[in-house]
């Protein structure tokens, strides 16, 4: 075994994969929805969050709501049409 | 006040003000908020409008940013009254998922319903929009449904509870205006619910045909956005549909295939 393949395993382990709209995106264990929205320099105010197919309604729990491998999120907000 | 204000501000006013669902709404135009070439066209042309009804769409962020889609940076929800669309949704299903997100926003529990049927043609799938009509209403949703001009699933959809009735001039984004008045007034004299014509309308006149049968009000949107410029059309929409809605209140007088003369027959110099 190489030294990069086994630094590799530990790197993996750390992170786990999950969907984001549309697209599998790796994110640190363990993180939260706000820190994930943090991450990506979203405003919970401004947007609907749907995890597996359930709409988050309270976005007071974002913080506390701990993310799982494989969820699966659909971040969507307001955009002209009509 | 001169005697011209006092006739406007009250021999003149709408003997049924604008509601639907038990609110009232200050204009009867309605516009979307889609295709303008930049945010700030949008905006001058609603405000010229005079629209207090704005329709917006559901759609994921770009989590990339390539651009700035998000509405609600740039129309201010004290101001208007903003009516999630479900444009785009070909199921009830989808429909219902759609109108649930829009509804977690937080504004209102008001959905503007489009099942569509066909791509080409963007007419409804009045089948699916029943059912997802039936679903959103047991939710507590005020659904308005846009529907084709057909008289039976406009009464099927104020049965199943539709808070307003939203048939169509002509397909959506095609300006063809106004192609089956009588449709629309049938519709209109058979339903309580409000009916408000929603596509079709390309330019003012259009509008003004529309107001002209009765109809509650109209929602327009790329007769605004594609007009060479949106907020001199807004100018012309707003006109037009105060102007068709007056004329309906007046009472045309009759069509005649023969001339009738307007100054008197009598009294003319006899040579």
């Excluded at chain 2, 785009?88 to 504004?107: E, Q, S």
């Amino acid at each position: 075994m190489t030294q990069a393949s086994t630094l590799v395993p530990a790197a993996v382990s750390s992170e786990m994969a999950l969907t984001v709209n549309g697209t599998e995106r790796r994110i640190p264990a363990g993180w939260t929805l706000a820190d994930l929205l943090a991450s990506l320099s979203l405003d919970a105010r401004t947007v609907v969050i749907e995890r597996n197919g359930t709409i988050l309604r309270d976005r007071v729990s974002f913080a506390k709501l701990e993310l799982e491998a494989g969820d699966s999120l659909e971040i969507v907000h307001f955009v002209g049409g009509g | 006040m001169s005697h011209a204000d006092l006739i406007s501000s009250a021999t003149l006013t709408d003997p049924q003000p604008f509601s639907i669902a038990g609110r009232e709404f200050r204009s009867r135009l309605m516009v979307g908020t889609g295709k303008y070439a930049s945010n700030s066209q949008m905006i001058e042309a609603i405000e010229a409008s005079g629209a207090e009804v704005v329709t917006v769409a559901v759609r994921r962020v770009d989590l990339d940013r390539s651009k700035d889609e998000a509405i609600l940076h740039h129309l201010d929800p004290e101001h208007y009254f903003l009516l999630a669309n479900t444009a785009g949704c070909f199921n009830a299903a989808d429909a219902i998922r759609y109108a649930r997100l829009a509804r977690a926003a937080g504004f209102n529990e008001w959905v503007k319903l489009e099942v569509i049927g066909d791509q080409q043609t963007l007419l409804p799938d009045t089948i699916g929009l029943l059912e997802a009509t039936k679903t959103l209403v047991a939710e507590g949703f005020k659904v308005l449904a846009y529907t084709n001009e057909d008289l039976i699933t406009a009464l099927r959809l104020e049965d199943a509870g539709a808070a307003a009735v939203m048939p169509l001039a002509s397909p959506i984004g095609s300006g063809l205006g106004m192609l089956n008045p009588y449709a629309i007034r049938t519709i209109k004299q058979r339903l309580s619910v409000p009916v408000i014509v929603d596509a079709g309308v390309g330019t003012a006149s259009d509008a003004c045909v529309t107001m002209e049968q009765g109809v509650d009000g109209v929602l327009m949107n790329t007769a605004l956005a594609e007009a060479r410029h949106p907020m001199r059309m807004a100018r012309a929409m707003r006109l037009a549909v105060e102007a068709g809605r007056q004329a309906y209140l007046a009472g045309r007088m009759p069509k005649r295939e023969i001339a009738v003369p307007s100054s008197p027959e009598s009294g003319k110099l006899r040579g």
